[in-house]
């Protein structure tokens, strides 16, 4: 079994960014693809960043998933997972990518407790005793004039559903 380290050297040698990012520093540019390549070395045909091994977009998903679902994490925030793979790789929008991976982790959202808005009871509607006791009104605008008559309001019991037109 190929090892992690070993998996990602050989994705980053198929990989065309990286091979882009290794042309350009060949030829001594600073940036590819809005990445700052200040830091950037390549040893024994290996993409590195300030001391860390350069990662495709292939192998992200395997090494979030490597270092967010160990046993001895527990499934911890995003902070001691991104400082977990900041300590050995590097990629681009790194922060990003282990945020949207921990967001959707199916674990995580089915134990921890939910932080949206607390739901209230259902309250129960008043029971009408009599018609027209409550009402709706609304307003037609904008017709045609007839009669010198443009608008039109609308009266609606919500006991019987019964409804009248007055012309204004």
Not at 26 to 51: A, F, G, M, P, S
Not at 142 to 154: A, G, Y
């Amino acid at each position: 079994m190929i090892s992690i380290q070993n998996q990602i050297i050989v994705e980053n040698w198929m990989n065309q960014l990286c091979f882009d990012i290794w042309i350009i520093m060949k030829q001594n540019r600073k940036t590819c693809q809005d990445i700052n390549l200040d830091n950037c070395k390549i040893l024994d045909e290996v993409l590195w960043k300030d001391d860390r091994l350069w990662i495709s977009q292939s192998m992200i998903t395997l090494l979030i998933r490597e270092a967010y679902d160990l046993s001895i994490s527990d499934h911890f925030d995003m902070n001691w997972t991104l400082n977990l793979l900041r300590w050995l790789y590097c990629w681009s929008n790194m922060r990003m990518m282990i945020k949207r991976y921990i967001w959707n982790c199916y674990v995580c959202r089915r134990s921890k407790a939910s932080r949206d808005q607390i739901n209230e009871l259902l309250k129960s509607l008043l029971i009408l005793e009599q018609q027209w006791q409550n009402i709706s009104l609304d307003f037609i605008i904008n017709l045609s004039e007839s009669d010198e008559s443009n608008v039109i309001l609308t009266v609606i019991d919500w006991l019987f559903k019964k409804r009248h037109y007055i012309l204004c």
